[in-house]
């Protein structure tokens, strides 16, 4: 099995930082793309951001320039720094793996079980 792990998430004031962090274990044989949605209360699941496996990264507009993702390929180990957080930004944010079993030919995407980010004074 594999599994994703989000930590960092919590309580800021706007326009302060958190840095979520999605760990991933299990029978992994390689990670390739991985990223951060968010739902915002009462609303749809939305991209925040994507990184490829070459660190090749993808924002929404509404977090360019604020957000940065990275990875760690050793660590299996994604990471979300949030900065300048505004209300609007008050969401559940999940990881996301595409992930190749040990022993599998095929690439299967793994989600976390989400963490709470809520930015309000």
């Known amino acids: 099995q594999v599994q994703l792990v989000e930590s960092g998430g919590g309580l800021v004031q706007p326009g302060g930082s958190l840095r979520l962090s999605c760990a991933a274990s299990?029978?992994?044989?390689?990670?390739?793309?991985m990223g951060w949605y968010r739902q915002p209360p009462g609303k749809q699941r939305e991209l925040v951001a994507t990184i490829t496996r070459r660190s090749i990264t993808n924002y929404a507009d509404s977090v360019k320039g604020r957000f940065t993702i990275s990875r760690d390929n050793a660590k299996n180990t994604m990471y979300l720094q949030m900065n300048s957080l505004k209300p609007e930004d008050t969401a559940v944010y999940y990881c996301?793996?595409?992930?190749?079993?040990?022993?599998?030919?095929?690439?299967?995407?793994?989600w976390g079980q989400g963490t709470q980010v809520t930015v309000s004074s």
């Open positions: 299990g029978s992994i044989f390689s990670i390739n793309a």
């Open positions: 996301n793996a595409g992930v190749r079993r040990v022993g599998s030919v095929f690439e299967s995407q793994y």
